[in-house]
């Protein structure tokens, strides 16, 4: 069974940093696209980035495009979140999901990590 972990979240103050990690136990061509989605109190869960195998292909949500990275090593089976420049309306649970394909819809995600907190404070 695949697992999925996620770690690095915490708490820092606005216009800090921080980089979440996400590893899996296990990569393979039905799960081989790795995506970031968060959840804020009261609303839905949402897209935040996504990075296919090759690191080729990569989405992001328009509210983060410009501060936040993704990247994945596949030999060591780990995706990064580099997120700067936070905002306190970056504060969510943001969890780690594995896919087949490169969406941002949650729906297309079969995989998923039990999350990391990230809290901006102003």
């Known amino acids: 069974q695949v697992h999925v972990v996620e770690s690095g979240g915490g708490l820092v103050q606005a216009g800090g940093s921080l980089r979440l990690s996400c590893v899996t136990t296990?990569?393979?061509?039905?799960?081989?696209?790795m995506a970031w989605f968060r959840q804020a109190p009261g609303k839905e869960r949402a897209f935040v980035a996504a990075?296919?195998?090759?690191?080729?292909?990569?989405k992001y949500a328009d509210s983060v495009e410009d501060r936040f990275t993704i990247s994945r090593d596949n030999a060591k089976n780990t995706v990064w979140l580099q997120m700067r420049n936070l905002k306190p309306e970056d504060t969510a649970i943001y969890y780690c999901?594995?896919?087949?394909?490169?969406?941002?819809?949650?729906?297309?995600?079969?995989?998923w990590g039990q999350g990391t907190q990230v809290t901006v404070s102003s």
């Open positions: 999901a594995a896919g087949p394909a490169l969406q941002r819809s949650p729906s297309a995600y079969g995989t």
């Open positions: 296990d990569l393979s061509e039905s799960r081989d696209v």
């Open positions: 990075i296919t195998w090759s690191g080729i292909r990569i």
